[in-house]
């Protein structure tokens, strides 16, 4: 009678296991989105050297004002436009290209976060340095530090999120492009962890605005 009263538990239970893995993928997202939405501060101090991942103009300009604070000696601007220089960079964040000369290299070869990490390698491969502030979108940080993790062992990485401007508009989460820019982001995320980076579509991070 025992086994009898068990088994329809057993049935629910076997029933139920496929459910386990979506409720895990479920749970990992509402916590990415929750630290996208209120990414932790970024760690005071200097460091020898800064990165911006391109992606928006905020990024851009939260670099050069790390670079003129003196938080670090100089600068690579990951994945700009292949036609774009100090110039036409620093004019686009509203600023004066004159005291950043000497300090900043602007990379056009990345397209992807893993082409950002190998460009960003290969910047430190030429000038070493054992500190690197990260300055990315909140969002992209959990992804852009995998990667560069990978392809920096032995770096110190410095998460700087900056707040994406999309995200905080009035009525953000309401928009489906901003559910989509997430849990694409939240994929794109869960394949760099899996070490398969390789699968995503090869695409220039998402402009923010």
């Given at each position: 009678?025992?086994?009898?009263?068990?088994?329809?538990?057993?049935?629910?239970?076997?029933?139920?296991?496929?459910?386990?893995?979506?409720?895990?993928?479920?749970?990992?997202?509402?916590?990415?989105?929750?630290?996208?939405?209120?990414?932790?501060?970024?760690?005071?101090?200097?460091?020898?050297?800064?990165?911006?991942?391109?992606?928006?103009?905020?990024?851009?300009?939260?670099?050069?004002r790390l670079l003129a604070e003196g938080r670090a000696d100089r600068m690579l601007?990951?994945?700009?436009?292949?036609?774009?220089?100090?110039?036409?960079?620093?004019?686009?964040?509203?600023?004066?290209?004159?005291?950043?000369?000497?300090?900043?290299?602007?990379?056009?070869?990345?397209?992807?976060?893993?082409?950002?990490a190998a460009e960003t390698a290969a910047w430190l491969r030429a000038e070493p340095?054992?500190?690197?502030?990260?300055?990315?979108?909140?969002?992209?940080?959990?992804?852009?530090?995998?990667?560069?993790?990978?392809?920096?062992?032995?770096?110190?990485?410095?998460?700087?999120?900056?707040?994406?401007?999309?995200?905080?508009?009035?009525?953000?989460?309401?928009?489906?492009?901003?559910?989509?820019?997430?849990?694409?982001?939240?994929?794109?995320?869960?394949?760099?962890?899996?070490?398969?980076?390789?699968?995503?579509?090869?695409?220039?991070?998402?402009?923010?605005?």
């Amino acid at each position: 009678m025992s086994e009898m009263a068990a088994a329809p538990g057993r049935r629910l239970r076997w029933l139920l296991l496929p459910l386990v893995p979506l409720l895990l993928l479920l749970a990992g997202f509402v916590a990415f989105v929750a630290r996208a939405l209120d990414p932790p501060p970024p760690p005071g101090g200097r460091s020898e050297a800064i990165v911006v991942l391109t992606g928006g103009s905020e990024r851009v300009a939260m670099g050069f004002r790390l670079l003129a604070e003196g938080r670090a000696d100089r600068m690579l601007i990951s994945g700009a436009h292949p036609e774009a220089g100090l110039a036409e960079i620093a004019a686009a964040a509203g600023l004066d290209p004159a005291p950043f000369a000497g300090r900043v290299t602007i990379g056009h070869a990345a397209a992807t976060t893993r082409g950002n990490a190998a460009e960003t390698a290969a910047w430190l491969r030429a000038e070493p340095a054992r500190s690197l502030r990260v300055v990315t979108a909140g969002y992209h940080m959990p992804r852009a530090m995998l990667e560069l993790r990978r392809a920096l062992p032995g770096v110190e990485l410095l998460p700087h999120p900056v707040p994406s401007a999309a995200l905080r508009a009035p009525g953000a989460l309401w928009r489906p492009r901003i559910w989509g820019l997430l849990s694409g982001e939240y994929g794109r995320y869960l394949l760099a962890r899996a070490g398969l980076s390789a699968l995503a579509p090869p695409r220039r991070e998402a402009r923010e605005g």
